[in-house]
């Protein structure tokens, strides 16, 4: 529509989610590649973007290369990566409560004498014994760090959370929804990165994807493929025009408007 056109003619990147938007487990979704190519061709900045905690950006990198993608390592932002950024930039030293790939993703951060503990999906740290020297570090006056606290179909990351956080710390959460994760996003943009409304995020989860970079101040929308159920835009109220069947419609519909 006109009024589609007019909201999305300012569009100077894209992000782009990755499990259930640009791939389905191991199979990529039909004619993402070709979408992808075509935002390069448009000289669109783009962004990839996961919530994941579990894989490393080499990891992701690998999967993305293996199912066809033309994709630069530097193009992947991660919750991890954010996570990082926040480590240093507050001078942390971690306890890292995170898979062996995703403690990759902290190589050369100084770990002696934790004052912060970063907790993502990692099953092995949650036991009784992990747990409880976290809880100890935390009591010490240790930082949480959670980077992410989403609820899954299954016992996920924020349930783990949501334990040390009974010794009454409010944990600091890096990954979507949050709008820190929009922010420093779109900072990574490269140059000067991207202004928020000039930003587009393309994703299967109506609250973490599109309701969190409305949110942030972009705009959003939502893919039928993925986790996407009959009736989610209505969560959050979103246009219909901002719903379509896959990402492939929805580069179709972000270069008609910027070439309009």
Not at 101 to 116: I, Y
Not at 175 to 188: E, H, M, N, R, T
């Amino acid at each position: 529509s006109a009024r589609m056109s007019r909201m999305l003619k300012n569009i100077k990147a894209v992000l782009v989610d990755l499990s259930g938007t640009l791939h389905i487990g191991d199979t990529a979704v039909h004619g993402a590649q070709d979408a992808i190519a075509k935002l390069r061709n448009h000289r669109l900045k783009i962004k990839f973007v996961t919530n994941t905690t579990k894989e490393s950006l080499r990891s992701l990198h690998s999967r993305l290369q293996r199912l066809g993608f033309d994709i630069d390592p530097d193009e992947i932002y991660s919750s991890l990566t954010s996570a990082r950024r926040v480590v240093e930039e507050q001078h942390l030293r971690p306890h890292l409560m995170l898979s062996d790939s995703a403690r990759e993703d902290f190589d050369g951060v100084n770990v002696v004498h934790p004052n912060a503990v970063v907790m993502g999906l990692s099953p092995d740290h949650f036991n009784y014994d992990e747990m409880n020297h976290a809880m100890a570090l935390l009591m010490g006056g240790a930082k949480l760090i959670a980077i992410n606290k989403v609820r899954g179909m299954s016992l996920g990351t924020g349930a783990f959370v949501a334990a040390l956080e009974y010794v009454n710390v409010e944990s600091i959460v890096i990954g979507k929804p949050q709008k820190i994760f929009f922010f420093v996003a779109a900072l990574s943009m490269g140059g000067c990165g991207c202004p928020l409304y000039g930003c587009v995020m393309i994703g299967d989860d109506v609250r973490d994807d599109v309701g969190g970079a409305i949110e942030a101040g972009m705009m959003g929308m939502l893919v039928r493929s993925g986790k996407y159920r009959a009736g989610d835009e209505m969560k959050i109220g979103l246009s219909s025009e901002l719903v379509v069947e896959d990402v492939r419609a929805a580069v179709k519909v972000v270069l008609a408007s910027v070439g309009s």
